[in-house]
């Protein structure tokens, strides 16, 4: 049989109509959870700080993300006369795509009836994840750099100083998780998790990989790109409409991706008490605890210095995350 | 000269006891880091307490602060309970004592069988610019017959300055009590 796509350890192929209906349903139900999250964060950001948060808009406020959306949607999408148009409205598309594709390697359960309950399992799944996270940043630098203006360029100069200093660390964290599991591919990490979670034995590969996460999704205490302080907004300084709307998206959906990298290699993804049924609803249920981390964080820290961010990068999280390996390969030799 | 000077201060600071400020390991490095780390967990259950503790808003036009007993809001003037007479005797004493000059007061004689006042005179036009009233309360203290008192309205907003000058029969009107007083205990403590 011939594959279009490779596949992983399964070895084996869906029907095409089984694979597009599973591309519509993640679609569907990421893009339908992604205005609930950030009416829930500023929710939660409100209550962190002995307030409601928006609760104006229908009952409790849900409807508050249809009024933002409906506000971007009417205003115009202007561009700065010194703007270079192509690559400016190419800047807000590429993390869209980027974000948009990480989302097939989320592992939702296990294979049922010959379907497997994920977008599809890339054998070199977590690579697959860094190639494509890191195209979000050229999204950012090009539209920093396309919109003509200091701050905007000033915020992608920064966001490409910080993907430089916390990927390494970022991929060296998860090198511990792969070496135990002996894959590459998400869906086996998560069965290799039918005792013990990673984040018993990979507590520091954890850790280090939510710190990296918080620069990967531009969130505080790592939000320098942005920094609405001091850069008004950095790389999206000149955007306007749907199109900063789309910035902003692609920052929630880069949090459900890095909440749902992070459940599936150190929480046991899918796994969890119950019917099979419920797998999915486990893999939600450990996002979304991650993704109260993120918001928590983000209503506790203040921003770092530019320095912080690379001092913390290169000489803390490097070698730390590089003992970590070191640690867990004598291990996994060993026993 | 400035060398004096620096002499007298170090003299003076030798005399007290110089306390070592007492400061954490330098950023960066392990030990910066360690440290962070734990400064980063206080903060997180800081704010997690907060999240616990729950809102604190008051959700305004819905629900309103509660003023203290002796809140100077809007003024109100007064009859007498069995008469129904007005206190107000025209007497232009608060006029007087005001130091926004925002009280308007024009007396005319009492007519037998047509009393408006207790007293010889009344107060035929009384007229308070509250866009001009500082809400001292000095009217208050000047009136000999407590005829006027500050009351605790304080939403006073209008679209009009002259919808701000408040005539007699508006002072007079049985205020809507639209304002939460604070009860015995709140008053006596402080804020939160």
């Not at chain 1, 104006?56 to 009024?67: D, I, N, S, T, W």
């Not at chain 1, 905007?152 to 599991?181: C, K, T």
């Not at chain 1, 999206?236 to 998206?249: A, K, N, Q, V, W």
Request: with cysteine; aromatic share 12%; proline share 6%.
């Amino acid at each position: 049989m011939t594959h279009l796509l490779p596949l992983g350890d399964t070895q084996f192929a869906e029907a095409t109509w089984i694979m597009i209906a599973k591309s519509i349903v993640i679609f569907a139900v990421i893009f339908g959870i992604l205005p609930v999250l950030t009416v829930v964060e500023r929710k939660l950001i409100g209550r962190f700080q002995h307030r409601y948060g928006p609760n104006r808009v229908g009952p409790f406020g849900l409807l508050q993300p249809l009024a933002d959306v409906g506000k971007l949607i009417s205003k115009e999408s202007f561009r700065p006369e010194n703007a270079v148009s192509t690559l400016f409205i190419l800047g807000p598309l590429l993390p869209v795509f980027s974000g948009v594709l990480a989302l097939a390697i989320l592992p939702w359960g296990d294979v049922k009836n010959g379907v497997g309950f994920y977008g599809i399992d890339v054998p070199i799944g977590i690579l697959y994840f860094f190639a494509v996270g890191s195209i979000a940043f050229y999204g950012l630098l090009l539209g920093g750099f396309a919109s003509g203006s200091k701050y905007s360029l000033l915020g992608a100069m920064r966001s490409a100083a910080q993907l430089i200093s916390y990927e390494v660390s970022m991929g060296l964290a998860l090198l511990g998780v792969i070496m135990m599991s002996g894959s590459l591919s998400l869906v086996d990490i998560v069965r290799a998790q039918g005792g013990v979670w990673y984040i018993g034995p990979q507590i520091v590969g954890f850790l280090i990989f939510m710190l990296a996460g918080f620069a990967e999704t531009n969130r505080t205490p790592f939000d320098m790109p942005e920094a609405d302080a001091e850069l008004v907004q950095g790389f999206m300084t000149e955007y306007g409409g749907m199109r900063f709307g789309s910035f902003l998206l692609v920052e929630y959906m880069e949090i459900l991706v890095v909440s749902g990298i992070a459940a599936a290699m150190f929480l046991g993804g899918w796994m969890g008490p119950g019917p099979g049924w419920l797998d999915p609803i486990w893999m939600l249920i450990k996002m979304f605890a991650l993704v109260f981390v993120f918001i928590w964080v983000r209503a506790t820290l203040p921003r770092l210095r530019y320095d912080q961010l690379m001092t913390l990068g290169w000489k803390v999280l490097l070698p730390l995350a590089t003992l970590n390996v070191l640690v867990t390969a004598i291990l996994v030799v060993v026993t | 000269m400035p060398d004096d000077v620096y002499v007298k201060a170090a003299s003076y600071l030798d005399s007290i006891d110089v306390v070592e400020v007492q400061r954490g390991p330098e950023p960066g490095g392990v030990g910066g880091a360690y440290r962070a780390f734990g400064e980063t967990l206080r903060g997180l259950k800081t704010t997690m307490s907060r999240l616990i503790e729950g809102p604190l808003t008051i959700e305004y036009p819905e629900e309103k602060t509660p003023v203290y007993p002796r809140f100077r809001g809007r003024h109100k003037l007064h009859r007498f309970e069995d008469t129904g007479l007005e206190k107000c005797v025209g007497c232009s004493l608060c006029a007087a004592a005001c130091p926004a000059d925002c009280i308007r007061v024009v007396a005319a004689e009492n007519i037998p069988g047509e009393r408006v006042s207790s007293g010889e005179r009344y107060a035929a036009v009384y007229e308070i610019n509250l866009s001009r009233c500082i809400f001292c309360g000095y009217c208050e203290i000047a009136c000999p017959f407590d005829a006027i008192t500050m009351g605790h309205d304080y939403e006073m907003a209008d679209y009009d300055r002259t919808d701000l000058i408040f005539t007699k029969e508006m002072l007079l009107a049985e205020p809507i009590e639209r304002t939460p007083l604070k009860s015995e205990g709140e008053a006596t403590e402080g804020a939160l």
